[in-house]
C-alpha cells in the first residue's frame, strides 16, 4: 500500500513559520499527497486560506481557546483524526506538536512528525512537554541548525531523533524585478532616499523598539532614509507611539500585513532584521530571492542564512549602536557592491534553500518512516 494521506495540524496561521508550512502542504499536494490542513486556533490570517484553498487544499479549525473549552478543541482533533485517517500527521509549532502527540495515545496514526520553528518555543516547561511526550513521535525537525543543537542540548529531543529540515524558498514567487516594486508606496522617493525595510509580527521577539533606535541614529547622519514596516501584531500601538517620541513619523510608515510581500522587497534598498530570538526566518529568504541585502541580528538560524560581508552583515542582539553602525555601512557601499551582495543571497538560497529540493526531502521522511514502521509491525490499519 503507498501511503497519499497526510494532515498538517498547526497551531496557527499567525506565526512566522506559518508560509513555508503552507508552502510545504502544497509542495506535497503537486505531487500527488491529499492534504487535509488543520489550524488549532482561529486561521486568522486569511491570505494563507485562500491561498490553500486555490492550491485544492482544504482548510478547517478546531477552535481552541485558552479556556477549559479546549478539551473540546483535542475532541474535535480525535474525531477528525479517525474520520480521514491520515498515513501522516506532521504538527507544527509547540501547541500543534504536544497536541498532535498525544493525540496518538487514543488514535492510530502510522506515522507522526513534529517540527519546531524556532530556537526558543517560550517557557522551559514546554521543553519537558517534548521530552516526556518524545515517545510518541517518530521524528522531530527544526528549521535551523541552531535550533536542533540548542533542543538536542536541553534534551528535549535525543539526538537520534532530531533533524534540521529548513525552510524552503519559491524562486518562482520570489524574484528580483525592481519595475514592480515603483509604485508600491505613493510616498516613496527612490530618487533621493534610502529605503530599509523590515518585515514581521509586531511583537517582543521582534525587538523592533532596538531597530527604531538604531534608526534614529541612521536618521540623524543621513536624512534622506526611510523605513517601511510591514506587519502587525499587538505592539502596534506602542511602536507608533515610539516612532512619534523619536521624531521618526513621517520617516517610519507602517503598512500593516501584507497578502504580497514581493513589491515591498523590490522597492527596497536593503533589509534589517533587528530580532531578539529566531528560528529560520523566512523573510530573509525572501529577502535574499530578491537580491535585497540583509542586515540582521546574528540570532537564532540568522547566520545559516546571511553570509556575513558577502550577502549582508551580522550584529550582536541587542547591540543598537552596532546596529545602527552596520546599516550605516550598508548604506555607505556603492550600489554596485549592495547588488552584488544581493545576487550572492540570491545564488546561496538557491544551493541550499529551494523548495522543491526540501519538498523532496520531507516527502523522502514520510515514506522512510511509513517503511520502518511497517516492517517494525507499529503500523496502524488504515483505510
Not at 105 to 133: D, K
Amino acid at each position: 500500500m503507498h501511503p497519499n494521506r497526510v494532515m498538517f495540524l498547526t497551531t496557527s496561521l499567525g506565526f512566522g513559520g506559518t508560509s513555508v508550512v503552507v508552502s510545504l502542504a502544497k509542495g506535497l499536494s503537486k505531487r500527488g499527497w491529499l492534504v487535509d490542513f488543520v489550524v488549532v486556533t482561529q486561521p486568522e490570517n486569511e491570505h494563507r486560506v485562500v491561498e490553500l484553498k486555490r492550491a485544492g487544499i482544504g482548510v478547517s479549525s478546531l477552535n481552541m481557546s485558552k479556556t477549559p473549552a479546549g478539551l473540546f478543541a483535542f475532541m474535535r482533533l480525535l474525531k477528525r483524526l479517525r474520520r480521514t485517517s491520515p498515513h501522516v500527521l506532521h504538527t507544527h509549532s509547540v501547541h500543534a506538536n504536544i497536541l498532535g502527540r498525544l493525540a496518538r495515545i487514543f488514535v492510530r496514526v502510522p506515522v507522526l512528525i513534529s517540527t519546531a520553528h524556532n530556537v526558543f518555543e517560550g517557557p522551559r516547561y514546554r521543553e519537558w512537554a517534548y521530552r516526556i511526550t518524545d515517545p510518541l513521535a517518530d521524528l522531530t525537525t527544526q528549521v535551523s541548525q541552531a535550533g536542533a543543537e540548542r533542543y538536542i542540548s536541553v534534551k528535549a529531543v535525543p539526538k537520534q531523533k532530531m533533524v534540521c529540515l529548513p525552510n524552503g524558498i519559491d524562486l518562482n514567487r520570489f524574484f528580483p524585478d525592481k519595475r514592480c516594486g515603483e509604485k508600491t508606496s505613493p510616498n516613496h522617493d527612490s530618487s533621493n532616499n534610502f529605503t530599509w525595510l523590515s518585515i514581521g509580527r509586531l511583537t517582543e521577539a521582534k525587538n523592533y523598539p532596538l531597530l527604531f533606535n538604531a534608526f534614529k541614529k541612521v536618521s540623524d547622519q543621513i536624512p534622506s532614509v526611510s523605513l517601511y514596516i510591514v506587519g502587525d501584531g499587538p505592539l502596534r500601538e506602542e511602536l507608533g507611539a515610539l516612532a512619534s517620541a523619536l521624531g521618526l513619523s513621517g520617516k517610519i510608515e507602517f503598512t500593516g500585513t501584507r497578502g504580497d510581500v514581493v513589491p515591498m522587497l523590490n522597492m527596497a534598498d536593503a533589509f534589517v532584521l533587528s530580532s531578539s530570538w529566531e528560528g529560520m526566518p523566512m523573510v530573509l529568504l525572501e529577502a535574499s530571492a530578491c537580491q535585497v541585502p540583509i542586515v540582521a541580528t546574528d540570532v537564532g538560524g540568522v547566520g545559516e542564512v546571511v553570509a556575513h560581508e558577502e550577502s549582508g552583515y551580522l550584529v550582536p542582539p541587542g547591540g543598537e549602536q552596532e546596529l545602527a553602525n552596520a546599516m550605516l555601512k550598508m548604506m555607505s557601499l556603492p550600489k554596485s557592491e549592495r547588488d552584488e551582495m544581493g545576487r550572492k543571497a540570491r545564488a546561496k538560497v538557491a544551493r541550499e534553500y529551494e523548495r522543491e529540493m526540501l519538498v523532496d526531502q520531507l516527502n523522502d521522511y514520510y515514506m522512510d518512516l511509513w517503511e520502518k514502521n511497517k516492517r517494525r509491525g507499529k503500523m496502524a490499519q488504515t483505510r
